[in-house]
């Protein structure tokens, strides 16, 4: 996006599990674009390897032609490394570490913002992440978990890992997305940081990003989730309804493509797309593509509710 004084900066479209995998990269790119680059939900290990659909995820030829920065979840350092070398192994240099995941089932596990409570456990995450060669890595995070100045003890660790960039979140951990953002604490920490720091939290219109970029002008970035999830011709002011039906058929061939459970699979996760696309649809239009049992049936539906959305 271009400020008032006609300098661009980047924007970053932030990583939102279970929405803003490969297909609806794809899509975003290929329909409406306006980022400069992705981040891919986060990947972790589980039962002592990298999630293979995480590994998918991220696979260099069901990304191409856009930027993407891989992102790992992880409070043990040797979780952490196992998936910087599959990262590697595929041609990534550019790794995010997450420090923000709010959801209690993560972050009471010491991990994502709940890691905020522990500066021990980041200093050793950043300590065997930075003994690894040809990887770059940023950051996102919060304030704090439980408390908004954490970030005071975390901040200073940054030397460890010396990152491209920092998006923060202005609010703790335990508010999830809600409540107020603490804007006196982002300023803080954006005062007190030797690394570019990047806006993250709140973003909903081109119109609300023009703002926090004049507001602070020595962003490196701005990072945009929940906004552009809800509509993801956000940076595309001249979209049609027929953009939108193109986005939505191209979510569809790639689900169908990749998913392998079946009709009753693809119906599942086409339906809940429509948990951030497109909010405050008609009730009676969302309750039809929730009631969707065949392909057919949804489809029906969410035609009906595009053209009324739109």
């Not at 490394?81 to 209690?104: E, T, W």
């Not at 973003?203 to 020595?218: A, F, G, K, Q, S």
């Not at 970035?221 to 956000?234: D, H, I, Q």
Request: aromatic share 8%; glycine share 8%.
């Amino acid at each position: 996006m271009t400020m008032d004084n006609n300098i661009k900066i980047p924007v970053l479209a932030a990583p939102l599990q279970g929405v803003t995998d490969n297909v609806w990269r794809m899509a975003q790119h290929s329909v409406f674009g306006g980022v400069d680059a992705y981040y891919a939900p986060f990947m972790r290990v589980e039962r002592g390897e990298v999630r293979r659909k995480d590994l998918r995820d991220v696979d260099p030829e069901r990304n191409a032609g856009i930027t993407l920065i891989p992102q790992i979840l992880a409070c043990q350092p040797d979780h952490a490394l196992m998936m910087v070398d599959a990262l590697k192994q595929r041609g990534y240099s550019r790794i995010d570490i997450n420090l923000g995941c709010p959801f209690p089932p993560i972050a009471l596990h010491r991990k994502g913002s709940g890691m905020l409570a522990y500066p021990e456990l980041v200093e050793a995450l950043f300590k065997a992440l930075a003994a690894t060669d040809g990887v770059e890595y940023s950051v996102k995070m919060r304030l704090g978990w439980d408390q908004p100045e954490q970030w005071r003890e975390i901040l200073p660790l940054m030397e460890i890992i010396k990152p491209v960039n920092i998006a923060v979140h202005p609010r703790i951990g335990k508010q999830q997305y809600k409540g107020d953002l603490d804007i006196g604490q982002f300023e803080a920490l954006m005062a007190a940081s030797a690394w570019p720091i990047v806006y993250n939290g709140g973003l909903r219109t081109p119109e609300d990003i023009e703002v926090v970029m004049n507001r602070y002008p020595n962003l490196a970035a701005v990072m945009v989730g929940s906004g552009l999830a809800a509509n993801p011709g956000m940076f595309a002011p001249d979209a049609t309804l027929d953009d939108y039906r193109r986005f939505h058929d191209l979510l569809v061939d790639g689900y169908t493509e990749q998913l392998n459970g079946g009709e009753a699979q693809l119906v599942r996760h086409l339906q809940d797309i429509w948990q951030t696309f497109l909010p405050g649809i008609d009730h009676k239009l969302f309750k039809a593509i929730r009631k969707s049992r065949t392909l057919e049936q949804y489809q029906a539906a969410a035609a009906a509710a595009l053209m009324r959305a739109l």
